[in-house]
């Protein structure tokens, strides 16, 4: 008897995992799309230096509101620049705010989550704060942080970073309160677990899922809060092509220079659906359950 | 049920005691001067004291944040540096437009996205699913200002059709006042409506797997019913607690908005006054707004208990 | 043996399979089943969960997802009439009207957001098309019919305000609400004390004796089948492997499944070796298989005692064996023997 007890039923359809390329193309094809594009416009900037025709910050009022023809692809600005060289120096501004802002939102956001989850004490205290954060709109607390320190990239990344950490705040609270009332975790506690194991084995392999994606979406919102801060006048220095830059000086001549609104918004729009297409095909990929969630 | 609503109106007090904190402590924990960051590049050493002495910066940081909160608790926000008014006062000559906007911009994305979702979330993965869900993730992804520009490109410019910019009053014109807030409602409603049709999805597809709802297909109920009466009266919470959240969204959109649209409201102020470095009215600001996020939210935690009947015991 | 039903019987199901599609592959939840409940009558569906009892129950009542993901394939006879080829306007005519199910887990399967008064008046509304203020009354009179105390009171009620034998009673009373001629009842007290269980079933006895109702009872408790039923159909891996009356299945079982799901029933000679046999027993050991890795014989021979080669080659036919006494196992003979293995 024993021995047909043991028989896995399943053991011979083990089939590939859900993680093989081919499967993952096949499945989530939004994702595919999104990462491809990410991709070739993250290279794209990178090799802004050697791809841009022309200097993004040297003027030639010669050449001024130009529309797109042979020289100028994508016509120029105001002061004569190429649109096309500050769009591909533009993109470094983006894609190193939006990945700073997801970096050090999740982890900032993980270790508070984290202790607001384990200790009690502090959990009282950090929710309150967090609660009080999320009742500011993120946009006008970056801009009251925009103001109290001169203009740069950092203060900009700053100020992004800090209205996004609530909600990964939460997100990792929640998992670890979920996860210390799971069995095996108050065994593991009870028979004297460490909490830097605990940690390790446990909290972190479970929130990874949930936190890679949150990330993907905080990318693709920095992004997007990059370029509305600079529009407004209150972000990145002018003189730093970044979109929101570009379209904030173009919005001056949008009746006469649509293209100086229109491409470095394209540009804009392509890398936040690229990303967030990419986000929702994480989650659909590592949280089969969150995607009918959010 | 009073508990409850007991609860949820002393709740409000911490949070906006945190929100009073760091706006307090955003001018003061700055690396550099604050007088010197409000004085501005140009400003001389005796401006800078003046500033200084006038914002009461040179006292302890403690005696600072108490003086203020008093004045706060008295309903005075202070006064603008560069106007030398009352925020409240400029708050209030300010609010009818990005209210008026705030407003539209709900109503329009509700009305749009709640049927969106839930016919979304029914027809889930067919072509339709898709479809909606493709547009909402299109219109989540693009800037405020690129629908705004398309809209005062092609709408405005073009035929005419409706007006490019600015604000009239609704005591003014109540026709020119909707006219005026079509554009804009369109250009912030969409990524809105793109959230919460969304969400709405979500939810829903949620509830459609619930146990009630197979009982109330097995009664032999037509689809509507069930969607409706069924699935949609329990999504109700979370989609409620989404418009709530979705405000603080909101408001930043507003912001953009009133300034591709030119519109003379509260955001255009808080923009003015950064770059004026009006530190008073960033503030008044700030608390104002985070006020009235707090109190809309508290009013929705207190509709739960209409919507939910196990709240209400 | 059976009592034969006197005319053509009320629900007829014959040859039903369904098939879930998965990444083009059709996995059959349900293969050939075929049961038959005239006016008056009970019959059970038991098995170990898994065995497609509730997948069959669904079927019936097409309440699962429609093609391409599921496929119901057969015929299901209802008063006579095809139902797998209505259009789903039709079959919302006739579910909760003509036939009625009511489901495992009392406490979810109300709406919590929405009064027991109305859930029960709107499916008289819908099919009677009676006023709300009639179909408020038939909510009381049902609720009084399931002796819900102070009934006028409750209709006014939430689920949550009610305790799951009373949400349990909704449900049946918003089932029979329009005096269904079937009522499918898919693990009808699991969720819910044994005290409460055996009220539950005495009421279903006794509203059955008032209202002619045909119910089919999908359990996997024998005592609950040795209580309600008169024919027994017994179900593994999405097929029917037993059918008898139930004292003809309690006294001479004729497949091992049955008698493993026996296990706690006391026979004569006994001893207390045995009887701890038969506790390991209660539990067969193994699991049902999976659906998509079938075995190419009888579908029980991996977890059964008596399985010989042939039985692992070959599917056994279901057969009677006995007047009235359908089994498909090779051995159903010694099936009884199951038990001292």
Not at chain 1, 237 to 258: D, H, K, M, T
Not at chain 2, 261 to 266: D, Q
Not at chain 3, 31 to 38: A, E, P, R, T
Request: aromatic share 6%.
């Amino acid at each position: 008897m024993t021995d047909i007890a043991a028989l896995p039923a399943d053991a011979a359809v083990a089939g590939p995992s859900r993680f093989a390329f081919s499967r993952i193309l096949r499945r989530h094809p939004t994702m595919l799309v999104g990462g491809v594009i990410l991709v070739v416009m993250a290279v794209v900037s990178l090799l802004a230096p050697w791809l841009a025709p022309y200097d993004p910050i040297e003027l030639n009022v010669v050449d001024r509101l130009r529309p797109p023809d042979e020289d100028y692809l994508l016509g120029t600005d105001a002061y004569g620049r190429d649109m096309l060289s500050r769009l591909l120096y533009g993109g470094r501004v983006s894609l190193a705010v939006g990945l700073c802002v997801a970096a050090f939102s999740t982890v900032l956001g993980l270790l508070i989550g984290v202790v607001a989850g384990y200790y009690r004490l502090a959990d009282a205290l950090l929710m309150r704060v967090m609660d009080g954060l999320m009742a500011i709109p993120g946009i006008l607390l970056a801009i009251a942080l925009m103001t109290v320190t001169r203009a740069s990239i950092e203060v900009v990344i700053v100020a992004i970073t800090i209205p996004e950490i609530p909600r990964v705040v939460r997100l990792v609270r929640a998992v670890v309160l979920s996860i210390r009332e799971q069995t095996y975790v108050q065994a593991a506690v009870a028979i004297g677990t460490r909490f830097p194991r605990l940690l390790r084995k446990h909290i972190l392999p479970n929130t990874l899922a949930p936190l890679v994606v949150q990330a993907t979406y905080i990318f693709a919102h920095a992004v997007l809060v990059e370029a509305y801060l600079s529009f407004l006048g209150v972000g990145t220095p002018p003189e730093i092509p970044s979109w929101g830059n570009v379209i904030a000086e173009g919005r001056l001549y949008v009746q006469i220079a649509f293209w100086q609104v229109l491409f470095p918004g394209i540009a804009l729009a392509l890398m936040v659906l690229s990303i967030n297409l990419l986000g929702d095909g994480l989650r659909d990929l590592l949280d089969p359950r969150l995607s009918r969630r959010a | 049920m009073w508990v409850y609503v007991i609860r949820r109106i002393l709740a409000v007090i911490p949070v906006m005691a945190v929100v009073a904190v760091v706006v307090f402590l955003i001018l003061h924990l700055s690396p550099e001067d604050p007088a010197a960051i409000i004085a501005g590049d140009n400003a001389k050493s005796e401006d800078i004291d003046a500033i200084r002495q006038r914002l009461g910066l040179d006292r302890p940081l403690l005696i600072q944040f108490l003086e203020w909160v008093g004045r706060l608790l008295t309903g005075d926000l202070g006064s603008s540096i560069f106007l030398n008014r009352p925020v409240l006062q400029l708050i209030g000559e300010r609010v009818e437009p990005t209210a008026a906007l705030a407003v539209t911009t709900t109503i329009f994305s509700v009305v749009l996205a709640i049927p969106l979702g839930v016919v979304a979330a029914w027809k889930a993965g067919t072509w339709i699913d898709q479809l909606i869900m493709g547009l909402a993730v299109l219109a989540f992804s693009f800037p405020v200002f690129l629908i705004g520009y398309g809209l005062v490109y092609g709408l405005a410019l073009e035929w005419e059709l409706l007006p490019v910019q600015g604000f009239v009053s609704l005591s003014e014109d109540p026709g020119r006042f909707l006219a005026h807030l079509v554009l804009p409602t369109i250009a912030l409603g969409l990524v809105y409506t793109a959230l919460l049709a969304r969400m709405t999805r979500a939810t829903m597809l949620e509830i459609l797997n619930e146990d009630y709802i197979r009982t109330a297909r097995a009664k032999g109920l037509a689809n509507g019913r069930v969607l409706i009466v069924h699935a949609l009266k329990n999504a109700a919470v979370p989609i409620v607690t989404t418009v709530g959240v979705g405000i603080a969204l909101l408001i930043g959109g507003v912001v953009v908005t009133e300034s591709v649209f030119a519109i003379p409201g509260v955001g255009r102020l808080t923009i003015d006054a950064v770059l004026q470095r009006d530190y008073p009215v960033i503030q008044g600001v700030i608390l104002a707004v985070a006020g009235v996020y707090v109190l809309i939210n508290l009013a929705i935690d207190l509709t739960y208990t209409v919507l939910d009947p196990r709240i209400r015991y | 043996m059976a009592t034969p039903v006197d005319a053509a019987p009320l629900l007829a199901v014959e040859g039903l399979r369904t098939s879930f599609v998965d990444e083009g592959v059709a996995l059959h939840a349900v293969d050939g089943l075929s049961f038959s409940v005239g006016r008056g009558e009970t019959l059970c569906i038991v098995g170990e969960s898994g065995c497609g009892k509730s997948v069959s129950a669904l079927s019936v009542m097409r309440l699962l997802p429609p093609p391409p993901a599921c496929r119901v394939e057969g015929s299901v006879r209802l008063d006579g009439r095809e139902i797998l080829a209505l259009s789903e306007a039709e079959m919302r005519s006739i579910r909760g009207n003509t036939i009625s199910m009511i489901f495992q887990e009392p406490m979810t399967s109300l709406n919590p957001v929405v009064t027991i008064g109305y859930q029960i008046a709107e499916a008289v509304r819908q099919h009677e098309g009676r006023s709300w203020a009639e179909g408020y009354a038939r909510a009381l009179e049902m609720l009084r019919l399931v002796r819900i105390p102070e009934a006028e009171s409750r209709l006014k009620q939430y689920p949550h305000q009610l305790s799951g034998g009373m949400r349990q009673r909704v449900m049946i009373a918003m089932a029979l609400a329009c005096r269904p001629k079937v009522l499918l009842a898919d693990e009808p007290t699991t969720a819910l004390d044994v005290t409460i269980q055996a009220q539950i079933l005495e009421l279903m006895r006794e509203l059955q004796e008032e209202t002619g109702t045909a119910i089919v009872l999908i359990t996997h408790d024998l005592g609950v089948v040795a209580e309600m039923a008169r024919r027994v159909v017994v179900m593994y891996a999405g097929r029917k492997v037993e059918e008898a009356t139930v004292d003809d299945l309690f006294d001479r079982p004729a497949h091992p499944y049955t008698v493993g799901l026996m296990g706690s029933i006391p026979q004569l000679g006994s001893s207390v070796e045995e009887g701890a046999a038969r506790r390991r027993l209660a539990e067969i050991p193994g699991i049902v298989p999976s659906l998509r890795a079938m075995p190419s014989g009888c579908a029980f021979a991996p977890r059964c005692p008596l399985a010989t080669e042939r039985c692992r080659a070959e599917m056994p036919p279901l057969e009677e064996r006995r007047p009235g006494h359908r089994s498909a196992c090779w051995h159903w003979e010694r099936a009884a023997e199951a038990i001292h293995a």
